[in-house]
Every structure is written in C-alpha cells, then in structure tokens.
C-alpha cells in the first residue's frame, strides 16, 4: 500500500484532530502518502480530498472540533453512492481509509471493506463512549469533564439559593456521560435509559431529604431517559420546591480536548496507520485495559456495550 485516506463521520468529539495528525504522521514514518477527505462521506462521494503532509497537521493536537469537517450522507447509505465514492478512491490512487468516527460511520467503512474490498480501519470517536469493542472512544473524557464544570457551577447556585437543579447531557441510549459526570460531580440523582426511573419516586425521595433539612438538590438526566424541562417541571410539582433546568446541549462536544483524549486519540491513530500499512481492513481500533486491540469492524454495532451498574448503585449510596 502506498496510499491511504483519513476521514471524520458523524458527530465531532474533542480528540479527532489528535487522531488525524497521529493517523498522518505515522502513515509518514512508514511512507505513506496521506490524503485529507473533506466533510466525510459526502465529500469522499464528491472527491472532495486535499493532500496531508506532516506539516499540514501542526499545532491541531489541542484544538476541538475537525480540521476535516464532518458531515452525514444519505446517499452514501445506496450502493450507487457507495460506487461513486469507490470510484473517488481509485481515481485518486488511494488504496486504504481510516475512518475516524461512531458506529454510523463503521457501518459505511463496514460496507466499503466487505462489499467493495476497500481496505478500512475504523477509530473511534464519540462523547456517548456507547461503542464495543473499546474501554473509551475519544471525546468522552473531555464532554464528562466538560459537564462536571457545568455541574460544579450550578451546585453553588443550587446551595446558595436552596433550588434543585436538573442537568441534562447528551447521551440518547447511553447514559454513560451523564452517569460518570453524575458521580463526579456528587448528584443526589442520576437518570440514565439504561435504569427505567419513575419520577414520581424521586420526587418523593427528594420529598424526604427536604423533610430531613437537604435544601439543594443535583439532578443529573442523560436526554434519552428524560427531558430535563419535563423532569424539572414533574420534581417541582410533586415537592413545591423551586427546580430549575439547564441543557449542556453541544457545549459537550466542543473545546479543547483533554490530555487523555489527545494520548488515546494518538494511540488509536497511530495503530490504524500501521494496520493499513499491513494491507488489513475491515476492523476497528479500541483499548482494552491499557492495550491497543483491533476487532471487526461490526463489533461496534452487533454488541452492546453495557454501563456499569455498580458505579450506578454506588452513586444511589453515596447521594444518601
């Protein structure tokens, strides 16, 4: 192989620029030539590339978002638009794609590796950190730390005040963000899609804790279990406290990534760059305890990863 692509799909997470430049400069070292695919899928289908030195990815490490752009694309999901992009890929010599990105974008790298023979590796980069197959994707650490920030702010008003707070973060069918910012930053309650919670039975827990003398509460939802302006309105009607609610919203996605999501986000570059350089496809790079693994690319979507729900009990205990 002489030649590879590195693209961004899907949501942006802190850490996808590290992972570019990590994808770049190894590719270099083993000498390979690296070309830039602007705004994901789209622009692979429009052949929309620019070529990537090394110098082309100095000084990207700390900034957040995608240098590359990201997009989503319908048609790429057609196997018309799938021929275009291939065609794309040939025409420019280009012989290898890393793809940097959630499970919607390993199932097109899927698509590309075994029904068109595209050489693909998948890295992946998701705040949800909701994909098998790795301990953590890039951009988690950074949106859990990003939403502690948050949450630690509101506590001083929450205490000042003698309100409950509700927060909501992102997380559809995860609640991992919300349960470790939730832990981090000492909420009273954390709601999750994973544990189905009636808000009925939180009202009357915070109910008690009033009648004890607790004056301030911190409630934590991931958006999938809850709206926080419904959950806020429900705990207010039930205990006649004033509740406020704050969305976090995409505030989690941007920033500067941290020092674990810049290391991780370099390992998992660096290693799809070597795996190309193999001539091997069709897997997805991931850490598993302290180790770099490769596993197929399906894993991602065919296994769910399952939330810790002892870290989730330990928060009921220390919340009491």
């Known amino acids: 192989m002489r030649k590879i692509a590195v693209l961004t799909s899907g949501g942006d997470s802190p850490g996808m620029n590290a992972a570019v430049r990590a994808v770049v400069r190894t590719a270099v070292h083993l000498r390979l030539e690296v070309t830039g695919v602007r705004r994901g899928y789209a622009g692979l ?31 790429f999901k057609t196997p018309a638009g799938q021929e275009q992009a291939v065609r794309q890929l040939q025409q420019a010599g280009i012989e290898g794609l890393v793809v940097i990105g959630g499970d919607g ?13 595209v050489p693909t590796v998948g890295v992946p980069a998701s705040i949800d950190n909701d994909l098998a197959g790795t301990d953590l994707s890039i951009g988690f650490d950074t ?22 707070f509700v927060v909501e973060v992102m997380g559809r069918e995860s609640g991992m963000l919300a349960l470790y910012a939730g832990v981090a930053g000492g909420a009273e309650v954390i709601l999750i899609p994973e544990v189905p919670t009636q808000i ?14 607790k004056r301030s509460y911190i409630i934590v939802v991931a958006e999938g279990a809850a709206r926080g302006i419904a959950v806020a309105a429900d705990i207010e009607a039930i205990t006649g406290a004033e ?53 197929p690319l399906e894993t991602a979507w065919t296994e769910k990863k399952p939330i810790d729900l002892s870290l989730y009990q330990m928060a009921q205990v220390l919340a009491t």
């Open 45 to 75: 289908m429009e052949g929309d590339f620019l070529p990537l030195p090394t110098t082309a990815v100095s000084g990207i490490i700390n900034r957040g978002g995608t240098i590359l752009l990201t997009a989503r694309s319908e048609p």
């Open 143 to 164: 949106a859990v730390n990003t939403a502690l920030e948050s949450i630690d702010r509101i506590r001083d008003t929450a205490v000042s005040h003698d309100r409950i």
């Open 243 to 295: 509740t406020r609610a704050t969305v976090l919203g995409h505030v989690q996605r941007g920033g500067s990534p941290s020092m674990q999501d810049r290391v991780l986000a370099s390992r998992l570059g660096a290693e799809a760059a070597h795996l190309l350089a193999q001539d091997r496809g069709g897997l997805m790079i991931g850490v598993q305890g302290d180790q770099v693994v490769a596993s």
């Open 105 to 117: 974008s390993f199932h097109g790298a899927h698509e590309l590796y075994h029904d068109w023979h």
């Open 200 to 213: 009925t039975q939180v009202g009357t827990l915070i109910k008690e804790g009033i009648a004890r003398g």
